[in-house]
């Protein structure tokens, strides 16, 4: 499965950006998709998830309500809606997939197996 993730930019505080992550393979529908997000100096943090036929969604506190997960298995992509960006939103952010993932890894890095290459975000106040 290769993944491509696209959409970033620069925004100013308040604004809305839409992440895609767009995927090959006609295997997509098996597999659960995450996006994670990494800021300069920090670790890599799990931002949201979704289930192979889009039946449950998964947030970290700091974007729930805000951001929103969702997919197309017809377009074979997932999307990341960002709304009410804020400066500490700003991160290279990555999509990644994996076939078996139990809930509780849901927001662990290592339990997805294929991941795309990041797009820069950039929120400015």
């Known amino acids: 499965v290769q993944l491509q993730a696209s959409g970033g930019g620069s925004a100013q505080a308040g604004d809305s950006l839409r992440l895609s992550c767009a995927t090959s393979g006609r295997t997509f529908s098996g597999y659960d998709v995450g996006w994670f997000r990494q800021a300069p100096g920090k670790e890599r943090e799990f931002v949201a998830a979704?289930?192979?036929?889009?039946?449950?969604?998964y947030y970290t506190n700091t974007v729930r309500g805000r951001f929103t997960i969702s997919r197309d298995n017809a377009k074979t992509t997932v999307y990341l809606q960002m709304n009410g960006l804020k400066p500490e939103d700003t991160a290279v952010y990555y999509c990644?997939?994996?076939?078996?993932?139990?809930?509780?890894?849901?927001?662990?890095?290592?339990?997805?197996?294929?991941w795309g290459q990041g797009t820069l975000v950039t929120v400015s106040s």
């Open positions: 979704i289930r192979k036929n889009g039946s449950n969604t």
């Open positions: 990644a997939a994996g076939a078996r993932i139990i809930l509780s890894n849901i927001q662990n890095p290592r339990a997805y197996d294929y």
